[in-house]
T-cell receptor, first 114, second 114 residues
Framework: SAVISQKPSRDICQRGTSLTIQCQVD?????MFWYRQQPGQSLTLIATANQGSEATYESGFVIDKFPISRPNLTFSTLTVSNMSPEDSSIYLCSVAGDSYNEQFFGPGTRLTVL | AQKVTQAQTEISVVEKEDVTLDCVYE???????LFWYKQPPSGELVFLIR??????QNEISGRYSWNFQKSTSSFNFTITASQVVDSAVYFC???????????FGKGTTLSVSS
């Protein structure tokens, strides 16, 4: 299994600002995913981030709003830009395990935008 | 298109009762993977089980059991002799190709009272 850490664990931000969330994995993984979970809702995929290529965004999510970096096989960042209260959510990173039919999740970053 | 339906939004039971959480999925893939996750009030996602489409054997793990039926596209989860600690949101999820992102159902909130 993979152990995933995220920073920060939670934050309260002002509208119009940006926050960068870090995701660190204890092993090298090819595929990383970023999900959003709005209050009381299910998880929705934001984008898939593979090392060495541009992130692939799902419908409704754009790079200008959620830029992603994937500089190596153990690390990724997601930035939530120009935040509004609607961005208040839990943001989770996830990785596919070695056997590719496992999915491990980080503890999440709980973001509140005022 | 792939889809996961968890028709039960909320379930309330009394301790020691058995409870079944339903999950119905849609996919055109021949190979796919089904997952169950638990999300307690603390917010982290706890992996419970993964099943691939070629393995229809039911599985039992302690008080937990899973019934996978391809004929009805269902992957139901039963908790036997429920406990207060089982109170959480439970998500069923589907993955197409190995290592791809998960599609989540809306979740079922289980409340177990003493």
């Amino acid at each position: 299994s993979a152990v995933i850490s995220q920073k920060p664990s939670r934050d309260i931000c002002q509208r119009g600002t940006s926050l960068t969330i870090q995701c660190q994995v204890d092993s090298q993984v090819t595929m990383m995913f970023w999900y959003r979970q709005q209050p009381g809702q299910s998880l929705t995929l934001i984008a898939t981030a593979n090392q060495g290529s541009e992130a692939t965004y799902e419908s409704g999510f754009v790079i200008d709003k959620f830029p992603i970096s994937r500089p190596n096989l153990t690390f990724s960042t997601l930035t939530v830009s120009n935040m509004s209260p609607e961005d208040s959510s839990i943001y989770l990173c996830s990785v596919a395990g070695d056997s590719y039919n496992e999915q491990f999740f980080g503890p999440g970053t709980r973001l509140t935008v005022l | 298109a792939q889809k996961v339906t968890q028709a039960q939004t909320e379930i309330s039971v009394v301790e020691k009762e058995d409870v079944t959480l339903d999950c119905v999925y849609e996919t055109r893939d021949t190979t796919y993977y089904l997952f169950w996750y638990k999300q307690p009030p603390s917010g982290e996602l706890v992996f419970l089980i993964r099943r691939n489409s070629f393995d229809e054997q039911n599985e039992i793990s302690g008080r937990y059991s899973w019934n996978f039926q391809k004929s009805t596209s269902s992957f139901n989860f039963t908790i036997t002799a429920s406990q207060v600690v089982d109170s959480a949101v439970y998500f069923c999820a589907l993955s197409g190709q190995a290592g791809t992102a998960l599609i989540f159902g809306k979740g079922t909130t289980l409340s177990v009272s003493s």
